[in-house]
Structures are given as structure tokens and as C-alpha cells.
């Protein structure tokens, strides 16, 4: 006789895989962190952490490229956003954030990008890598600024997420 438990766990690790992402559910989850969180989650498997961000639909670029920057910021700084994966959406962070209606922060970012040369982040990680190790001492002082500004949240981050996946609901249950 098959062990019961083992049984029950099974049919619970089946069941939990196959149901969908309830956009619905999520946005009446009081808690606006709890929203962004589970949202970036659903939309880091669909897209397998980025690597395949093509099979994501505009909206759901534009909401994960913008949870990667502040969720990078936050753990590490700019040198971090640049060193990770996350800084190979670099020049698309600034869009994104336009596009959300984070006008600081789209600033701030730009200024972090002005100190690669030409202002331009090289997509390809170990090229960026690269190029960390040669601008970093000189744009230290300008990154951790930017980090400051960051940090002062001029732009509520969280909140324009929100209200950008509630005008694109529709996107999001793609």
C-alpha cells in the first residue's frame, strides 16, 4: 500500500502548479508589497527569471523591468542593478519607468547610466561586467548619490505599479 501522505503531498504539489495566476485574487490583497511581490513572481517563472523575457507581452516587460530595479537597488544598490541580470534592461529601465509615470526615477537611473561610456549600459553581462570594473572607482561618488536619490522615493514606486497593471489588467491576465 502507497504511503497516504505521500499521496496528499503529491495531488497538493499537482494542484498548486496547475492553477493559473488569479490576477483578481492579487489585486485585493490588502498588503500593496504583497501585490507587487506575487505579480513580479508569476511574471519571473513565465519569463524564467528574464532569460526568456520575450514571452512576456509590453505591460509585463515594462512591470518586471521596473520591480528588478527597485527590488536591485534595494539589495544591493546601482552596482548591483549593473553587475546582475537586471542590467541588461539598463537603457529599457528609463522607458519603463516613463511609462509607469516615475518621472524621478527615470532621472535618477539616467544619471546612473550617464557614467558608462556614452552613456550607454552594454546589454551583454560580462561586457557590462567588464566595464564595472573599469568606471567603478570613478562613478562610485555618482552611484552613490543616485542610491540616495533613489532611496528618497520621490516616485512611489509600488503604488504606480499597481495602477499601471489595474489600466492594463487585461495585459496582465495574458
Not at 35 to 44: D, P
Not at 61 to 88: A, P
Amino acid at each position: 500500500m502507497k504511503n497516504p501522505l505521500l499521496i496528499i503531498l503529491s495531488l497538493c504539489f499537482v494542484y498548486s502548479n496547475a492553477q493559473e495566476f488569479d490576477l483578481d485574487k492579487v489585486l485585493k490583497i490588502e498588503n500593496q508589497n504583497t501585490i507587487v511581490i506575487k505579480i513580479a513572481s508569476y511574471l519571473n517563472k513565465k519569463s524564467q527569471y528574464g532569460k526568456k523575457i520575450e514571452k512576456l507581452n509590453s505591460s509585463q516587460k515594462t512591470f518586471l523591468i521596473v520591480e528588478n530595479l527597485e527590488r536591485e537597488i534595494n539589495n544591493g544598490g546601482f552596482i548591483q542593478f549593473y553587475f546582475n541580470s537586471s542590467g541588461d534592461f539598463s537603457q529599457e529601465t528609463v522607458k519603463a519607468l516613463l511609462e509607469i509615470g516615475a518621472k524621478k526615477t527615470a532621472q535618477i537611473v539616467k544619471k546612473a547610466n550617464a557614467a558608462f561610456k556614452n552613456g550607454i549600459v552594454p546589454k551583454n553581462r560580462i561586457e557590462r561586467q567588464n566595464e564595472l570594473i573599469l568606471i567603478e572607482k570613478k562613478a562610485k561618488k555618482n552611484w552613490d548619490q543616485c542610491d540616495s536619490e533613489f532611496y528618497q522615493y520621490h516616485d512611489n514606486l509600488t503604488k504606480l505599479l499597481i495602477t499601471y497593471v489595474i489600466k492594463n489588467k487585461t495585459e496582465f491576465k495574458k
